[in-house]
């Protein structure tokens, strides 16, 4: 498998399941997708999601028009039987397919995601707790690197025309005085001590 970021900008996508690993689902995808879900009864947690609550008795009949124009489906019912009937609709429409009790074509990992940064973590589907566990050790360390993207970025531009260019970053990156300007919120010290590599 193949790690991939994706824009869900408008993307369909189709959740078979209330249920609480439904609703996490729908959080995830939601923010950016056009999030569907379709099931006869909701967890407490869709009361605070932004998408389209369909109550219906899941069917592999009634779920096709469903995953037509989907891009993304994920079968998310108690039933395994079910699921499967639901992947392979999906799978005939086109659309990709995100098992939740089994290891399928895709794995939704677990996000990190600052103003500038994003980390996903994923176990193939094998340790969804492990994704877990990894996350929360790293988000610290993901959380304070913004402010040396935007500096980055900044100088990048400057130094594109020089072949040493990629060095002089690295210097920057590795430069403990930047680090300390850039954690005290003093970006502008941050800068001038970043232009002596430069």
Known sequence: MLPLFHDFTGKRVVIFGGGAV???KAAYFAPEAHVIVVSITFHE???TLECDQIRLEITPERAEPFVTDAFLVIPATDDASLNDALATNAETAGALVNRVDQVGQTVTPSL???ETVAVAIATGGQSPA???YLRRQLEPEVGRVDPMVRL???LRTELDDRPDRRQRLW???EDER???ALENDNFARAERLAREHC
Do not use: G, H, N
Request: zero cysteines; charged letters at 30%; glycine letters at 0%.
């Open 22 to 24: 439904a609703a996490r």
């Open 45 to 47: 947690r869709f009361s």
């Open 112 to 114: 990190i995601e600052t």
């Open 178 to 180: 930047v680090w300390a």
């Open 130 to 132: 492990v994704s877990k």
């Open 152 to 154: 980055q970025a900044r």
């Open 171 to 173: 210097d920057i990156l």
